[in-house]
């Protein structure tokens, strides 16, 4: 398996667990993410973007990043154009760190809907902002190591069938969840969480560290 992490623009903490997740990975950079690089010790093979926000003061080792450059006016963002490019060198799972949050709500639901049609092409994909995880959630079952008292939702991109949730304060068997329904937002996990899935498309968040205080 080839994993990639994709630096993306939005907010983003180092953690223990986003350490693991991201050791050892090929890492890109699309436009503003190259900030994330510092936070986490990385240096990119490769930077992406229109650069239209770039961070000032990069040491010189990411400055130097070998860059692909693209004019502001194009038809796909930094973060797809960088997740292409993960793909282009065998990506077969990606980390897209920074994926939630900052100042573009619409560029983070991109994400969350991007991550669902990469899974489908068979293509592992994480989301995270080192306190908040997002992973796409297939038809079958899937298993998740959380630890108890864990904050999760399971959000519907359309309407659920067969939803089974065990390992949880609030389980749930076998149910059709109609699309928009909150009934799948706000659990905990207790015990080992597993979440099976016969219809629908669908997305985990879940919450493993609290976000620092602003």
Not at 70 to 91: C, M, S, V, Y
Not at 106 to 119: C, G, N, P, Q, W
Not at 121 to 126: K, P, Q, R, S
Not at 180 to 185: E, K, N, P, Q
């Amino acid at each position: 398996m080839s994993t990639f992490t994709i630096l993306l623009g939005g907010d983003l903490i180092r953690t223990p667990r986003l350490d693991r997740q991201v050791e050892g990975s090929r890492v890109i950079a699309a436009d503003a993410g190259i900030g994330h690089a510092r936070l986490l010790g990385l240096v990119p093979e490769l930077w992406v973007g229109d650069f239209d926000s770039v961070p000032a003061n990069l040491p010189d080792d990411l400055a130097s990043v070998p860059r692909r450059t693209f004019p502001a006016e194009k038809d796909q963002t930094d973060g797809e154009l960088a997740i292409a490019a993960a793909l282009e060198r065998g990506a077969t799972s990606l980390v897209l760190a920074g994926a939630f949050g900052g100042k573009r709500a619409d560029h983070a639901f991109l994400h969350l809907a991007l991550a669902l049609r990469l899974a489908e092409a068979g293509t592992d994909v994480l989301l995270t902002s080192g306190a908040q995880e997002g992973v796409p959630l297939l038809h079958g079952t899937a298993g998740f190591d959380y630890a108890d008292g864990t904050l999760f939702s399971v959000l519907g991109f359309s309407e659920l069938a067969g939803l089974t949730v065990t390992g949880a304060k609030w389980p749930l068997n076998n149910v059709k969840v109609a699309f928009g329904s909150s009934l799948t937002i706000s659990n905990e996990v207790k015990g080992h969480l597993e979440i099976a899935l016969d219809h629908g498309r669908a997305m985990l968040l879940a919450h493993p560290y609290p976000f620092p205080e602003s």
